[in-house]
């Protein structure tokens, strides 16, 4: 099976300007989770999805936001971008049964300028 | 406020001996704990994981600990291998599953030939 996949690998923004990254997971896995990380912050919870339905979400502000299509991937979006938001943000997905790991993807690697 | 902590940023240990990495938690809500194993430029890699149900999950090399009275974990690797020289995330979770994890800071242990 092909692992978690996300577009693009690496990303140059600058100020004010917004984004979407996007993932693509494992063949049969419903839920798609969205985490940051930064050398400050670590790695951080941001969202998940199941079934298109944002399920959870973490502590971040609206500007983060996402969404999830009826083949399971998904996209999120950081709108008004700030240096800040400098990080690797991964997704993970996770099979539909009980759930005992998550796995991640390679990252999108954001740099705001 | 920090719920899951590695207090250890870093860790050396000498090829073929044991290496232990911590972890304390302060979520009592907490019961499904991960250990997660992450190279530069990767997604972090599912290592081994613990229901709050057990004390000790064994898997090869891997071993975790869960001491729920003193709300800590550890895991041990035996014997260590140059290619173990990674950072080492302890997650956790409520409700049984890998799903929204919350992350420690990581541990970047490195096994010396």
Redesign the interface.
Known sequence: KAG?TQTPRYLIKTRGQQVTLSCSPISGHR?V?W?QQTPGQ????LF?YFSETQ??K?NFPGRFSGRQFSNSRSEMNVSTLELGDSALY?C?S?PPS??????????TRLTVL | DQQVKQNSPSLSVQEGRISILNCDYTNSMFDYFLWYKKYPAEGPTFLISISSIKDKNEDGRFTVFLNKSAKHLSLHIVPSQPGDSAVYFCAANHGGSARQLTFGSGTQLTVLP
């Open positions: 978690v839920s989770s985490y670590g790695l951080q919870f998940e399920r959870n973490g991964l993970a996770s009980q759930v005992n790991e998550q796995f991640f993807g390679p990252g």
